[in-house]
């Protein structure tokens, strides 16, 4: 029995969301420079606890505060995102990444947008903010 040896760079990938391993040849792309913006992660994090508790898989915002280890108050303010028009939803998840420096839009002025209760005057509030940095 004779034994063989085979050499090269391999990584594993997958094809697309939630599809199967692949093996590639060569070395592993390189991430993206950058980082994604902290409103950005809130954004989408406010929304997969928002499917969490209209799916039944929490009770309410106090049981995700207990399983995040977080305040229900912390848990207010970052859910207090779902009250944003659509639009700027949208554009919160698609800001393009931090190359260096600080996030330019932080969560306490994106709050001031949310707590107003017509969309159009968020709207116009989220253009105004978006032109001020």
Known sequence: MSTLTIGGTIYFGREGRGA???IREGDAPAPAPGR???ISRLMALAIHLDEMVKKGQVTDYAELARLGHVSRARISQVMS??????AIQEELLFLPRIETGRDRIVLRDVLLIAAMA?????????????NSI
């Open 20 to 22: 199967r391993k692949v």
């Open 36 to 38: 994604i913006p902290r």
């Open 81 to 86: 995102l779902m009250y944003l028009a659509p």
């Open 118 to 130: 017509d969309w159009n005057l968020q709207l116009r509030a989220w253009k105004t903010l978006q």
